[in-house]
């Protein structure tokens, strides 16, 4: 988190000096009493009297939490510029104590047994009896599920710190051999991971006043909040999986409806992807796709990019990083990556093999627990918002 922080200052030209906020994310492997306090304190923010400092926890939801949160700090509390981190070590973590700490988290104390129990590995499972729920109601197949897999790893292929360098084959993912929960194989979890990052968010008097604003059109510029959503659902599955449970929709709507755009307005999507069933939903809740053909939607674009190692990004311009299933996943970082990647896109740094050509305004959806905490934040470029 440290080392990510202060990468994230480096580049930009700001000093720890002149921070007056942090936002920091729990870690899983580590955990810290008032995390945000925790890193303050080793960095030298604290203590002092003039600082914000808080710790943000929706799960994976968390950084798109304290991307809104940073905003709300500089629009209400007068704070000019808030580091937001997170980082995480389960990649290396000892696997007994990461299932452990990972069942525990999603795992009702109170039932034993019974439709509403959920055997280790809990988290697996949990998205195993939503992805069942969607099968059976939609018509989702196991194919289309498991193609998210496969567009991920290709997403992957195209990014230099991804850990997938090569792309998975649909045969790959529906190997027999590596199932974790009835309808969740191995290469269709969240790559566990080791990693950090980090995101400063400025005010625009700051930057100004810093000589530090870039709104050029030669493909730099800065990005700009314009808004976003939130919605929780319960924080365990019920003992029956309905529409009840879903989270998603309403926090997308609610940031379309603020920012009064469209999903057509939007040229880049961060959409979490912890499990094949929570991209699907995703794509239909931010309206890329219908309720129910989430799956279709996914198999227009495994077919479109099968024979086209280099497809146009603009064909799937959805996690051209690879997101959790194969860019990596330490724990409640993702998200975090995701929000990277909107601003490369949108600074028209990501690169000719990912960049969406004249991409304006993203959108990063993060999701905690099971569909237990969703939050978008709609990004767009500086220049073209006339910020």
């Known amino acids: ?22 936002i920091a994310v729990p870690s899983l492997s580590h955990p810290h009493f008032m995390e945000a306090h925790y890193l303050a304190t080793k960095i030298g923010m604290l203590p002092q009297n003039d600082v914000v400092v808080r710790t943000v926890d929706t799960g994976g939801a968390s950084p798109i939490t304290a991307l809104l949160e940073a905003r709300r700090m500089i629009m209400n509390e007068d704070c000019k510029a808030v580091a937001i981190t997170a980082g995480d070590s389960v990649g290396s973590m000892d696997s007994d104590l990461f299932l452990e700490r990972a069942d525990a988290g999603c795992r009702p104390s109170h039932v034993k047994s019974g439709p509403q129990y959920l055997p280790s590995p809990v ?7 939503v992805t069942e729920y969607h099968m059976e109601k939609f018509g989702t197949t196991r194919e289309q599920l ?9 997403q992957a292929s195209r990014h230099p710190d991804a850990m997938n360098k090569t792309p998975y084959t649909l045969e790959d993912v529906l190997n027999p051999k590596h199932e974790v929960a009835p309808s969740v194989n191995l290469l269709e979890c969240a790559r566990r991971a080791d990693g950090g990052a980090a995101i400063v968010v400025c005010s625009s008097r700051f930057l100004e006043s810093r ?10 510029g800065d990005v700009v909040i314009l808004g976003g959503g939130e919605a929780s659902g319960p924080l365990y599955p019920g003992p029956v999986i309905d529409e009840t449970m879903f989270s998603c929709e309403h926090a997308a709507w609610n940031a379309f409806t603020k920012c009064q755009l469209e999903p057509e307005d939007i040229d880049w999507w961060g959409l979490y992807d912890c499990f094949p069933i929570c991209l699907i939903r995703a794509l239909e809740a931010v309206g890329l796709a219908e309720k129910g053909k989430g799956g279709e939607f996914v ?14 990004p603009k ?27 909107a601003v490369r896109q949108l600074c028209w740094q990501a690169g000719s093999k990912r960049q969406v050509s004249g991409a304006r305004r993203a959108l990063c ?23």
């Open 1 to 22: 988190m440290q080392s990510a922080l202060q990468s994230a200052l480096g580049q930009t030209g700001i000093a720890m000096s002149d921070l007056d906020g942090l």
């Open 123 to 129: 988290i697996p499972h949990g998205y195993s009896r």
């Open 146 to 154: 498991a193609m998210c897999s496969v567009l991920m790893s290709r």
């Open 211 to 220: 000589n530090l604003a870039r709104k050029g059109n030669g493909g730099s």
């Open 299 to 312: 198999e227009k674009i495994y077919v479109e990019t099968m024979n086209d190692p280099n497809y146009d």
């Open 315 to 341: 064909i799937f311009p959805i996690n051209t990083h690879g997101g959790l299933l194969s860019f990596g996943a330490p724990w409640e970082v993702p998200a975090t990556y995701n929000i990277i990647e």
């Open 365 to 387: 959806y993060g999701n905690g627990g099971i569909f237990s905490a969703s939050a978008v934040a709609i990004l767009g470029r500086a220049v073209d918002e006339r910020v």
